[in-house]
């Protein structure tokens, strides 16, 4: 987006009531970019933040956003960076929303560190296995939290535990596999597929239990 896209857009904005909003057209905008144009998805979201100051939800869809579009890139610490500003947007009785963000955390941390353990990897694992079950059976929620086990368990001297882990996640890499919420899905056309990495999958590849 060149210069002048910004004060049209922001001229287009003035329609819309409220910086709210406002804010939530840019990142919902930003989120949609192509991935060659990811970096221009960015600067929309850091534009809009700095020009629609709003309360803590839209601050923190942004921040969420923004670290999505970085994940999607595999700049995993810009995304992990992107994920903590949002973490940060939220108060102590937020809780909810921060045990959703810190399981982004915890994904952005394994690959960051090479999939070794660390007591923030814990620390991130610990909150986010404390979602609610319909959440949790996402089949990507499944998977991330098999992973971190396998971490975890494994530095922690705990091998069979640690195996059941491994066999959780080997099965839901299987591209065959069925959500166990897809049942409730299928009414709202949503089909829940895992969105696995190069990274974790050589990763999964090395384990020797």
């Not at 108060?91 to 982004?104: A, C, E, H, K, L």
């Not at 640690?162 to 056309?189: C, D, M, T, W, Y």
């Amino acid at each position: 987006m060149p210069k002048e896209a910004y004060a049209e857009y922001e001229a287009l904005l003035k329609r819309v009531r409220g910086n709210f909003l406002r804010l939530q057209h840019c990142y919902t905008t930003a989120v949609q970019f192509p991935t060659k144009r990811s970096q221009e998805g960015i600067d929309l979201i850091q534009w809009a933040l700095e020009e629609f100051p709003d309360t803590w939800f839209p601050t923190y869809s942004a921040y969420y956003n923004m670290g999505i579009i970085h994940e999607r890139c595999r700049n995993y610490h810009a995304a992990y960076e992107a994920y903590r500003k949002a973490a940060d947007v939220l108060s102590n009785d937020q809780i909810s929303y921060q045990r959703t963000i810190s399981g982004n955390l915890m994904w952005m941390l394994l690959h960051i560190d090479a999939f070794k353990y660390s007591e923030q990897l814990e620390e991130h694992y610990a909150l986010f296995s404390e979602i609610d079950d319909f959440e949790k059976a996402f089949i990507n929620n499944e998977f991330r939290i098999a992973v971190a086990e396998i971490v975890i368990l494994s530095y922690k001297g705990i091998p069979d535990k640690a195996e059941a882990a491994l066999e959780r996640a080997l099965r839901f890499s299987n591209p065959n596999i069925v959500s166990r919420i897809q049942g409730i899905l299928n009414k709202h056309r949503i089909k829940d597929v895992l969105k696995n990495t190069p990274e974790c999958a050589a990763f999964l590849k090395t384990v020797n239990l």
